[in-house]
């Protein structure tokens, strides 16, 4: 899950494909995005992809991602852009960094005895 929040998914699938629902519809205030998907050359925007759970699948009857890929969006990536699951991660991370909250610095002791005069 930590490796998730370091991948932006959604500026991923805003280069690769045109989201169909981003008037909103269809699941898109849910993290849903639909679009034409590329594994079957769907035009009428049965592709899916899940931000919020890192799910994919494509609606076409036929499609290999139908209705849902048992790898989720990074399988989906995967099959796209033809790599293996670690070339799949390892591009993911370099090219679509996500927006990481800084890990909170570490903070040194302090001393926070008073010494009251007698």
């Known amino acids: 899950m930590a490796v998730r929040a370091e991948v932006d998914l959604e500026q991923y699938l805003a280069q690769r494909v045109r989201i169909r629902n981003a008037s909103g519809g269809r699941g898109y205030d849910l993290g849903v995005r639909t679009f034409d ?3 079957c050359d769907d035009h009428s925007a049965r592709g899916w ?3 919020e759970r890192w799910t994919a699948g494509c ?3 036929g499609c290999p991602a139908e209705p849902r890929l048992l ?3 990074v399988e989906w990536v995967q099959r796209v852009e033809k790599l293996s699951r670690r070339e799949t991660w390892g591009f993911l991370l370099k090219r679509y ?3 990481v909250a800084p890990r909170p610095r570490r903070v040194e002791a302090v001393d926070d005895w008073v010494v009251f005069p007698e």
Do not use: E, I, K, Q
């Open 71 to 73: 790898g989720g969006a």
């Open 97 to 99: 960094p996500g927006r």
């Open 37 to 39: 998907c590329p594994l």
């Open 49 to 51: 992809v899940s931000l």
């Open 59 to 61: 609606f076409n009857a």
